[in-house]
Each structure stands twice: as structure tokens, then as C-alpha cells.
């Protein structure tokens, strides 16, 4: 491979890009600035290897660059004045003594920065030696994905799409470095068109692979984030559910609940508001009898700052008092959700902002808020502002609800908050049933439930709390043996118990108000109130058609003031009815008959395109591995092709019987010796060509079947009788390219 040719020249350009990911995050991670006069040192020093430069004259212009970047950036006096060389050479002396001492915290950014300059300038070479010398580049390259990955999980870099281009730049350099290093093993000369019949189908796969990638449906992350856990926050991070005493707080595996815990008065939030309030993080819609999950299925929408947020809205006839809270997490908090009460509007004044590229994705299922970068990267906030609604029920309409009515609430949204485990024990619906057999509406029968909870025989506990075996269900096991535990105790009981009544109900994780702390200094209106650990709690909602998500609070000792009233006709002198979410929709026109038609067919065809996607949606994985047996199949069919590819062209002419056949058999016998390996050359005659072949094979067939192709070209018919005799010796010819 020549030095300054143009394939050397792209393994530069890719080799810088390379460099260039390991200096992309310096400028958003570190207070480090200017980081464009790095990279021009970068390419700078790229070119001169390139071209060759003689070291001292490389080793000069690279002096001189860096000795002119620090004055630029540190020094105020000229670069030609000599007194601020001699303070820069005095720093690198003191800088040394503190290197070699381990005193990093001392060392001055000038020496900082001269040192990054040597070792780009490293970098540099060793990239050079990489590619020209040992023409390997999987470690460089291994470690720049491992440098990625690691600040995309432990920092705020967001590494979506530089992982992409590290995984293009790559894999193109280590296709073109293998095929540079065959080439010399073998010490081939090829012509400019070989390297081109590498190239093309590198740069094919590489784009089809990435294409694919990017074009795929993603999978949720199967592991939570390790960042808590490595950072040490294991004790208020409540995930392992595996048995020992858990911590109090909040976490994000729910599969099994049960056991003791610690408690924690570890700060979480501060929130200034003007009362107390349930904060929530997230529910859950699928009971499995030793815990929650998620069902499959849930959508992500996404929304701005000051946006509305789509969470399911309170209904039109219920009053509201429109309310602002501040929230303040802690500085060590590590989670990115965002904590709401009941009725939320609006995200106001997001910290941090990061230049204004906030958004907020929530899912539609559990309703959890999460902050992101334009990357959907996620954010761990610093502060809030929610606006939200403070609900006023009244009773009257709380009591309207008495069974399920598919006209009024979605059969699917009922089905998936009745879901019950097919193993869950008779006697709990049973209970359920006794405890609600003399109210008539489902609200009743939910306070009846909660009600029940306040009894004697059940314990709030903490510590002498049981886990349920194996053959155990967690609510069954609570209500008829232990009757003792904790809010997840009480809230999944009653949750499971509205369930087996047929009225649709989820969990909900969060926090509670909190305790006061004092009242606002910018505002002495509003209150300050800290938020622990030990806040953390679960409640219950049951789902009213005409109210919305309406919360019950069945743990013994816990209480959410909840607003309503139970006189009739009475209405709340400080609420608002609320009549913007959801708003009404428009009576439409009857349409005439074409336009019912022309409606008709859009509907149809969104209808169609809609399943489409709904079927992709669902069966991806298997189309996927379908597609990839076919490509495989089809590529094992290509490359062995000359083993079964002269079968059906024996096949083929077998049966057939005019003279003009002739012409094309002979033109796929020509291909065939080519795949076989007897190539015909340019300026070789039919008849040279035919003696090689016969000479190569040890036969006079193929001169005696390009003697009768030529009179068929001269005379555009053979002898009677030839074809017979002519096509005997195609299928000789063909059967030894076989063997």
C-alpha cells in the first residue's frame, strides 16, 4: 500500500474522526473551552504524518502551534515578547514537582493543557503506527466504544448518536485494514477494480447493518440503572426484593413485595406548597400474587416545559382549585422522574435547562415523568415548578358509577385494571364480597373496603413482616394469616379486592406530604416541607367513568385529605369547574353521500395502514429472524451455486428441441467455465478458447460444439439431426464443470 495514495488518505480521515469521539464530551463534561484549538492540533498533526513531513520540521510547526495556543489562551502579553515564555517555563518546572508529588489538585491549567497537547500528539503517532504499520486497529477502536458507553452511563453525555459513527468509522477501517493485509500475505498486485469489489459490498453491509439498527424497534432496558448502586445509594434504593431487610424508599422492582425494612430520614425533596400533598411517581396495572409489573404494550408520548401534561384527566364535573408547588431535590438525588401530585397541568422552570433542550417523555401506563435531553437522554432535576389541580369531589357524582358500561369507559382500559391472577384465592374475592354486599355503587363499595382496613386485627408493622413462600399469594397471605405489614400490605389488598369485584383499580408509588420545615422566605404565604425516605409510600386508585383516577388510602395510620363533599347539590365556593381537559368535541354535519364515501375510504385506508403497523409492531422478532434465514439461506444458495446451478440448466434444456437454443446454451456454458475457473481471454478467439477448454479437460467436445455454434451464426440453422448431438455434448461439457 503506497504511503500518500488515496486509500491512505481515508484511513486518515476515519482515524481522525475516531480521535475526534474521545474529545466530543471534554467541552460538555469538564470546564474545559476553546476545545476547537485541540482539534485543529489534531488535524494539523494528521496531515503532516500524512504527507510525510520530515520530523524536525513536523516536530518544529508542532512546537510552535503549542507554545502559541498557550499564550493565546492564558497569557495576555504577545506571543513575541519573551517575559511570558519565561513564566510558562517556570510553571512547567513547579507543575512537574507537583506531578511527580501526586498533588493533582495544584497543578495550573496551563500545564493541564500542555500536557492534553502531548498526548493528542501521542495519539497521533500511535494512530500512525496503527494504521500503516501493524494495519490493526480493533483496540483503539474497542476502547473508544468502552470509553463511550462509560460516559453515556455515568455522565449527562448523551452517546445515541456517536455510538453509531464510532460503530460506521470502525468497522470501515478494520474492513479496509483486513483487506490491505490479505493483500500483502499474498503479495497480490491487483488492478484498481479489486479493491472496489471489497469496498462496495463493505459499504453495503456496514449501511445495511446500521440502517437496520436505527430503523428497528428498541427494548426497553432490561437491567435498572447501575449509577445509584455503584455511587453507594443502595440503602435507599429499594430494588432488591430478594430477601434480608430492605431500606425504606422508593424503587423500581415491584415483582416482590413483602419483608421487613429500615427506616430512612434521608432527605429526598423540599417542597414549598401551600398544604400538604400525595406525590406521585408512578402505578402499576398488572398483579402477579407476589407483587406488580408492568403490562406489555405501554406508549411513551412525549411533551415540552409548559405543556399540558397527558395524564388522564379529572372529569368535567369535578370542581378544582388551581395550586403552584416548587419542588427542590436533594443534591445527590440520582433519579430522573419527576414527583406530581393528583391533577397535574403544567412543568414550569426546569433545572437544569441545558441551553433549553429540555422535554419530558411519561408513560402511558405507569405514568411516570421523566426529564430528557433532545437525545432523550435522562435528566436528573435540580428544580420544578408544578401547576396543578387540587380536586372537589362530591359524593353525589362519586356514586354514579355502578357497573361496567362499555359506552362510557373503554373495554380495554376496564379489562386491564380488573386483571387478577388465575391462582389468586377464592376466599379473597369472597371477603371482598361480604365486606362491600350491602352498598350499591362502586365508590361505596371502595370506601367499605377501605374502611374495612381500620379494623383491630390489622397491624401497621415494619419489621415482622412476612414474604410469601413459593405456593403463597402476597394479598391472600395478608388479609387471612399475617394481617400484618406495611403500606404495600394494605394498598395491594385493597387494589386485588376492588378487582374481584370487577371495578378497575391500579397501584400507585410515591411519596407523602411530608413534614413541615418552615414557611418560605420568597413567599411567607406558602410552607416549606421536607420529603424523606421514610415518606415514601403506596396508595390505591379506583377508576370512576365520570370522575377520573380517584385515590384511597386503606393503610392503617395514614390519611389523604382528599376533598369531598357529601352534601347534595353543595359545590365548592373556591374550586373552578374544569371544562379544558378533555375538551368537547365538535358535532359534526351529517355528510352527503360522496363525502361519506370519500370518509369512508380515508377511514378504511388509516384503518388498513394502522393494522399494518400494529402487526409489524407486534411481530417484529419473528419477521426479523424470518428475514435474516432467508438472507442466510439465499447467501449458502449463492456461494455454493455452482454445485446446483448447472443441475437446472441441465434440467432446463433437456425437453427442448429448436435449433436456436443453441445460441444461448453455448453463451451459459461460456459463463459456467468462467465460475468454474477457465476464463476466456479478451482477445481470444472462440476456437483458441475451445482447444484451451478441451486441452484442460482432456476432450475434443467443446471444439466440436463451438464448430456447430459458428454454423448456426454463418447459416442460423444447424444440420438435421445436429441439435440432438450438440446439445449430447453441452451436457458433457456442464457435468465436468460439476465434477
Not at 125 to 136: A, E, N, P, T
Not at 160 to 179: P, Q
Not at 222 to 247: A, E, M, T
Not at 298 to 305: A, R, V
Request: glycine residues 6%; proline residues 5%.
Amino acid at each position: 500500500m503506497k504511503n500518500r495514495d488515496i486509500s491512505t488518505l481515508l484511513l486518515y480521515a476515519l482515524g481522525f474522526f475516531l480521535l475526534w469521539e474521545w474529545l466530543r464530551p471534554i467541552e460538555q463534561l469538564t470546564d474545559t473551552s476553546h476545545i476547537w484549538i485541540f482539534i485543529v492540533f489534531l488535524l494539523l498533526s494528521i496531515v503532516m504524518s500524512f504527507y510525510r513531513i520530515k520530523w524536525i520540521l513536523s516536530f518544529l510547526i508542532k512546537v510552535f502551534y503549542v507554545f502559541f495556543s498557550i499564550n493565546r489562551l492564558y497569557y495576555q502579553e504577545g506571543f513575541l515578547h519573551l517575559g511570558w515564555l519565561t513564566a510558562f517555563l517556570a510553571d512547567l518546572k513547579n507543575n512537574t514537582a507537583f506531578l511527580f508529588a501526586r498533588n493533582w489538585n495544584n497543578l495550573s491549567d496551563e500545564f493541564r493543557s500542555f500536557l492534553f497537547f502531548i498526548l493528542l500528539w501521542l495519539m497521533v503517532y500511535l494512530l500512525h503506527y496503527w494504521l500503516l504499520k501493524r494495519q490493526r486497529i480493533f483496540i483503539f477502536f474497542f476502547m473508544t466504544l468502552i470509553y463511550i458507553t462509560v460516559l453515556d452511563t455515568f455522565t449527562p453525555y448523551s452517546a445515541n448518536t456517536a455510538i453509531v459513527r464510532t460503530v460506521v468509522v470502525g468497522f470501515t477501517i478494520m474492513g479496509m485494514l483486513t483487506f490491505y493485509r490479505m493483500l500483502a500475505k499474498e503479495k497480490i498486485n491487483k488492478k484498481y477494480a479489486t479493491p472496489r469489489k471489497w469496498m462496495i459490498p463493505l459499504a453495503g453491509m456496514i449501511a445495511f447493518s446500521v440502517l437496520v439498527g436505527i430503523a428497528a424497534p428498541k427494548a426497553a432496558p432490561i437491567w435498572p440503572d447501575p449509577v445509584p448502586y455503584l455511587k453507594g445509594d443502595k440503602k435507599y434504593h429499594n430494588d432488591d426484593k430478594s430477601g434480608g431487610i430492605q431500606r425504606i424508599g422508593y424503587g423500581t422492582n415491584d415483582a416482590q413485595l413483602g419483608g421487613p425494612f429500615l427506616g430512612d430520614n434521608k432527605t429526598v425533596f423540599r417542597i414549598e406548597a401551600n398544604g400538604k400533598n400525595y406525590w406521585k411517581v408512578e402505578t402499576k396495572d398488572t398483579y402477579t400474587g407476589k407483587g406488580w409489573v408492568l403490562s406489555p404494550g405501554s406508549e411513551i408520548i412525549p411533551f415540552s416545559e409548559g405543556d399540558f401534561v397527558p395524564v388522564y384527566p379529572l372529569g368535567k364535573t369535578v370542581q378544582t382549585e388551581k395550586e403552584q408547588a416548587r419542588v427542590f431535590p436533594v443534591q445527590d438525588y440520582q433519579y430522573p422522574h419527576v414527583i406530581y401530585p393528583a391533577g397535574i397541568r403544567k412543568i414550569l422552570n426546569f433545572y437544569p435547562n441545558l441551553g433549553g433542550g429540555i422535554s419530558f417523555n411519561i408513560d402511558t401506563t405507569m405514568e411516570r415523568i421523566v426529564a430528557v435531553t433532545s437525545y432523550d437522554k435522562p435528566i436528573i432535576p435540580n428544580l420544578y415548578t408544578i401547576v396543578f389541580d387540587i380536586p372537589k369531589y362530591r359524593a353525589i357524582e362519586l356514586r354514579k358509577t355502578k357497573k361496567f358500561d362499555p359506552k362510557v369507559m373503554d373495554p380495554i382500559l376496564y379489562k386491564k385494571y380488573t386483571q387478577l391472577p388465575e391462582e389468586l384465592p377464592q376466599r379473597v374475592t369472597q371477603l371482598a364480597k361480604k365486606i362491600t354486599s350491602k352498598e350499591t355503587n362502586w365508590f361505596d363499595k371502595a370506601k367499605a373496603v377501605e374502611k374495612y382496613f381500620s379494623r383491630m386485627e390489622y397491624t401497621y408493622e415494619q419489621k415482622d413482616v412476612a414474604i410469601p413462600g413459593m405456593d403463597d399469594d402476597y394479598v391472600d397471605q395478608f388479609l387471612f394469616e399475617t394481617k400484618k405489614g406495611y403500606c404495600d400490605n394494605f394498598s395491594t389488598s385493597m387494589a386485588v379486592m376492588m378487582r374481584t369485584l370487577g371495578i378497575p383499580t391500579r397501584w400507585v408509588k410515591g411519596y407523602t406530604g411530608g413534614e413541615f420545615l418552615q414557611y418560605s422566605k420568597q413567599d411567607p404565604s406558602k410552607q416549606i416541607y421536607e420529603i424523606t425516605n421514610n415518606n415514601a409510600h403506596s396508595w390505591v386508585e379506583v377508576f370512576l367513568p365520570n370522575q377520573g383516577w380517584v385515590p384511597f388510602e386503606p393503610t392503617k395510620g395514614f390519611s389523604n385529605d382528599v376533598s369531598i363533599s357529601y352534601l347534595v347539590g353543595s359545590t365548592s365556593s373556591s374550586g373552578t369547574l374544569r371544562t379544558e381537559v378533555p375538551a368537547m368535541k365538535p358535532v359534526k354535519k351529517p355528510l352527503d353521500e360522496k363525502e361519506n364515501v370519500k370518509s369512508s375510504g380515508n377511514t378504511d385506508q388509516k384503518g388498513f395502514l394502522k393494522n399494518i403497523n400494529v402487526f409489524f409492531k407486534n411481530h417484529w422478532k419473528p419477521l426479523v429472524l424470518i428475514l435474516l434465514v432467508v438472507l442466510g439461506v439465499s447467501g449458502i444458495l449463492y456461494r455454493i451455486r455452482g454445485k446446483w446451478y448447472p443441475y437446472l440448466l441441465l434440467l432446463k434444456f433437456r425437453f427442448r428441441k429448436k435449433d436456436e437454443n443453441i445460441g444461448y446454451a453455448y453463451l451459459i456454458l461460456l459463463k459456467q467455465l468462467e465460475r468454474y475457473g477457465i476464463t476466456r481471454k479478451e482477445n481470444q478467439t472462440l476456437r483458441n478458447y475451445a482447444r484451451y477448454v478441451d486441452s484442460f479437460f482432456s476432450t475434443n467436445e467443446m471444439t466440436r460444439l463451438t464448430s456447430k455454434y459458428e454454423q448456426y451464426l454463418y447459416h442460423n440453422q444447424l444440420p438435421e439431426g445436429s441439435w440432438k448431438e450438440a446439445c449430447e455434448l453441452w451436457e458433457n461439457l456442464i457435468k465436468k464443470t460439476i465434477a
